[in-house]
Structures are given as structure tokens and as C-alpha cells.
């Protein structure tokens, strides 16, 4: 009953005062304009994924159409055979696309720094120019748009402050302690109760802009479950700091004193913190300026003006084409030997790349050893990993990309020395298969 009582006071205080009812509402909007900011992205790149479905189902269709007809030459690109593995595979519109989730609503993360669809052919890397490299979580903080997760990393912490600054300081400065002492069990108790009052107002504020999300990106429907998962990681995040403003207004008795340390905590674990965690990393981790694929052009001339060693590298790839038709068939050796460069360039790509993704990794161990003092960062990694767009998911986008290449060079290579003659079938086959890397 006198929790009660300290609520309806409490209550009452807050609608008194209109610099808390203004902070409460500017939240509201900042929220509602992140959402809507998350819910922008999610809309272009689902609208940019179905423009490449189509164009992707128009070429299909095309192709096949060429082969129903016979016609598997082009007068004017004479070189050109569509009934020749390379060619036909050269052909076959393969895109990886990362359907972005609908939690993304709530955290953009690195969806911006990122591509979300890569067009797969023999040349194609993880690491081409149109899939620029992954800006590691914490440095994210220092640059973030305004989506929902910046709003309750930054924003709600300060809208708590403003709530919270002069709750027993005011009674303090007042003389007004010892008569309260007189009327609770304790000021501990006086004290957690005001501020569990308005742990409950942000609470229910935060979850009516969690709602407002989920309808926009209608997360109740396909991701029921990072709608729960998001909503516990912002109330363990506002009792984190629910529980840093109580000790300081605890151990305080001054409305200034108190607004200070509690900004200066604020300061420290949003912006100080994450900043030297992210200086330190950079000084001993530099970013990688990729410089592994220059040396990837200087072996790929190497490899084409040595026969022999061009054919062993081959052959310890493939040893299996020692075996096939076109391997003991002089007419076919050449050609069959020229078309499979790129499964050799695909090699050398995946050797420049494990350096690279080694020194990312390292990276980002190094920030997940700094989570039990840097708070800010192991939340905002949380949201992104919710919301599918951190490191370790564009990792693994990365990883399907680097499978679907193998796959479609290992094809080229089996079809080429096996000389097989592509039909409409095939192409079909191709179609369908070298979409997926199982």
C-alpha cells in the first residue's frame, strides 16, 4: 500500500513537471524516427532484392529461350558458343542475396557500410569493391545513423537522468529527509520505489515503440522471437543504468552534485570508454588495407606465362582432369587448360583472403574481451546480432559467397575436361544448381 501511495505521488510530480513530460516525449519521437529509419532500409533493399529476382527470372528465360531456338551463337561475338561449359556457366545469372531481417527495424548496424546481394561469376570475391570491408561494431558507435538501438544506447540513458536527477536531492536541500524517515520503513526503500515508478514509465514507453516496430516490418509474423530478445536486452540495459543512477542518488544529497556524476557516468561508459577501447584496437590492429590482392594480380602473370607450372597447380587442384577427355586429347588440351584460369585466380583470392579475415577475427576478439567494462558495446553487438546485421552475419555471407564461387569453378572445371556439350537441360541444371552451394 505504500508503494502505492509513492506512485500516485510520483505520478502526480511527473505530470507537474513539464521539462520531464517534454524529455518523455522528444524520446517518443527520437524513437519513432529511428524505427522508421530501420524500417526505410528494410524497404529498399527488399524492393532492390525483388527488381534482381526479376532480373535474374528475365535472363533465365532468355537464355533458355536461345537454346530451345538452337541458337548458341552470336554472328557479331563469334567466340561465343552456349554449348560450351564455359560459356554457359559465363551466362548463368547467379546472385547471394542477404534477405535482411525484420528486426533490422530495431538495429541497422553495418546494413548501411555493407552490400547485401553479390552478382557470383568466375571472377567474383568476397572482397570485390561492391562488398565493401566490414566496419568492426564499436567504431559503428562513433558513426551510427539514428536507428532505434542508437536511441536506447544513448538517448535512453539520458532520458532516465532527467527522470531520475532530483529525486531525494530536491528532499534533501529541503530538510525534508528525517520527516520522510518518520513516514517509510526506510529512505532505501522510499528511494528504489520512486525510481522503480519510473523504470515502469520508460518500460512501458519502450515497449509501446517495440510494438510500433514490429508493425512496420511485421516482426510478430517472421521473427517472433528477436521481437522477445530485444525487448529483454533494452530492460536489462535500463536496469543497468537504473541500478548506476541508484547508488548515486543513494550516496548523494544535492540535485547538482548528483546531475553531474550522473552525466559524467554517462559520458564515460557511452562515449569515453568505447572511445579508447576503439583507439587502442586501431593503434594494434590497423585496418587492413587489402593490399593482398595486389600481390594476387602479380601471381595470376606468373601463373599465365608459365605453362608448366600453370598445369601442376592445376593438376594439384584437379587431379582428377588427369583422367578426363580433354586432358588426353591434344585439339581440347589448350582450350580446355585456357578456360580454367579462373578456378587457379579463385585459389589465389582465397589465399589473400585468410590473412584479411584472420586480422578482422582478431579484431573482434579483442573487443569482446573488453565487454565487462565497455557495457555500451556488448549491447550494441547484442542489438545488431539480433537484428542480423553484425560482424559475424555478414562473416557468414561472406563464407556462402566464397562457397558458391567454388562451386561454380568446380563445375567449369568437371564440364570442361569432361567436354560436355550443354543443352537446354543442362543449362537448366545450371540454373538451378549453381544458385546454392550445396
Same mark, same amino acid.
Given at each position: 500500500?505504500?508503494?502505492?501511495? /509513492? ?20 524520446? @517518443? ?27 535474374? =527470372? ?7 529461350? =536461345? ?15 552456349? !554449348?560450351? *561449359?564455359?560459356?554457359? @556457366? ?12 525484420? !528486426?533490422?527495424?530495431?538495429? @541497422?548496424? =553495418? ?20 562488398? &565493401? ?15 532505434? !538501438? ?16 532530483? /529525486?531525494? %536531492?530536491?528532499?534533501?536541500? =529541503? ?19 520512486? #525510481? ?17 516496430? !514490429? ?8 521473427? %517472433? ?57 586501431? #593503434? ?12 594476387? $594480380? ?13 598445369? $601442376? ?22 582450350? &580446355? ?5 579462373? &578456378? ?11 590473412? #584479411? ?17 565497455? *557495457? ?41 575436361? &569432361? ?15 549453381? %544458385?546454392?552451394?550445396?
Amino acid at each position: 500500500m505504500r508503494d502505492l501511495t /509513492i506512485f500516485l505521488y510520483e505520478w502526480k510530480h511527473f505530470f507537474r513537471n513539464p521539462f520531464k513530460i517534454l524529455a518523455v516525449f522528444l524520446f @517518443i519521437v527520437a524513437g519513432v524516427y529511428g524505427l522508421n529509419n530501420g524500417y526505410s532500409l528494410y524497404q529498399n533493399q527488399t524492393a532492390e532484392i525483388e527488381k534482381i529476382h526479376e532480373k535474374i =527470372q528475365t535472363e533465365k528465360e532468355q537464355y533458355q529461350q =536461345q537454346y530451345a531456338e538452337g541458337k548458341l551463337t552470336d554472328d557479331s561475338r563469334p567466340w561465343i558458343d552456349m !554449348a560450351s *561449359p564455359f560459356w554457359a @556457366i559465363w551466362y548463368t545469372p547467379t546472385y547471394h542475396i542477404k534477405t535482411p531481417s525484420p !528486426a533490422m527495424v530495431y538495429s @541497422i548496424g =553495418q546494413a548501411e557500410q555493407y552490400g547485401f546481394y553479390k552478382r557470383v561469376t568466375f571472377m567474383a570475391s568476397p572482397y570485390d569493391a561492391d562488398m &565493401a570491408e566490414e566496419i568492426a561494431n564499436p567504431e559503428r558507435l562513433q558513426t551510427g545513423t539514428l536507428d532505434f !538501438a542508437f536511441v536506447v544506447l544513448f538517448l535512453l540513458p539520458l532520458l532516465l537522468l532527467i527522470l531520475l536527477y532530483n /529525486i531525494k %536531492s530536491a528532499e534533501a536541500e =529541503q530538510g525534508f529527509l528525517p520527516l520522510i524517515e518518520v513516514q517509510t520503513a526506510s529512505k532505501n526503500s522510499w528511494l528504489i520505489s520512486r #525510481i522503480l515508478f519510473y523504470f515502469l514509465l520508460v518500460t512501458s514507453v519502450t515497449i509501446g515503440l517495440l510494438i510500433y516496430g !514490429a508493425m512496420l516490418t511485421d516482426v510478430f509474423k517472421n521473427a %517472433s522471437e528477436a521481437f522477445g530478445q530485444i525487448l529483454l536486452y533494452t530492460l536489462l540495459y535500463l536496469a543497468f543504468w537504473s541500478l548506476i543512477f541508484f547508488f548515486i542518488l543513494k550516496n548523494g544529497n544535492s540535485i547538482l552534485g548528483n546531475t553531474l556524476q550522473m552525466v559524467g557516468v554517462w559520458l564515460l561508459l557511452a562515449f569515453v570508454i568505447p572511445a579508447i577501447v576503439h583507439q587502442s584496437i586501431s #593503434i594494434s590492429k590497423p585496418a587492413n588495407l587489402m593490399t593482398e590482392f595486389i600481390e594476387v $594480380r602479380d601471381k595470376q602473370e606468373e601463373l599465365y606465362a608459365n605453362d608448366s607450372v600453370f598445369e $601442376r597447380k592445376l593438376i594439384d587442384l584437379f587431379p582428377e582432369i588427369t583422367k578426363t577427355t580433354a586432358f588426353n586429347d591434344e585439339t581440347k588440351f589448350n582450350s &580446355a587448360m585456357s578456360n580454367s584460369a579462373y &578456378a587457379l585466380v579463385n585459389e589465389l583470392n582465397k589465399e589473400a583472403i585468410r590473412p #584479411i579475415e584472420k586480422e578482422s577475427q582478431d579484431k573482434n576478439t579483442l573487443i569482446e574481451a573488453t565487454y565487462w567494462f565497455n *557495457p555500451v558495446t556488448f549491447f550494441q553487438n547484442k542489438f545488431n546480432s539480433i537484428a542480423q546485421t553484425n560482424y559475424n552475419d555478414y562473416q557468414v555471407y561472406r563464407d556462402e559467397i566464397q562457397a558458391l564461387i567454388d562451386k561454380r569453378t568446380g563445375v567449369l572445371i568437371e564440364d570442361i575436361w &569432361a567436354d560436355v556439350k550443354v543443352d537446354t537441360e543442362r543449362y537448366k541444371w545450371y540454373s538451378e544448381s549453381l %544458385s546454392t552451394a550445396r
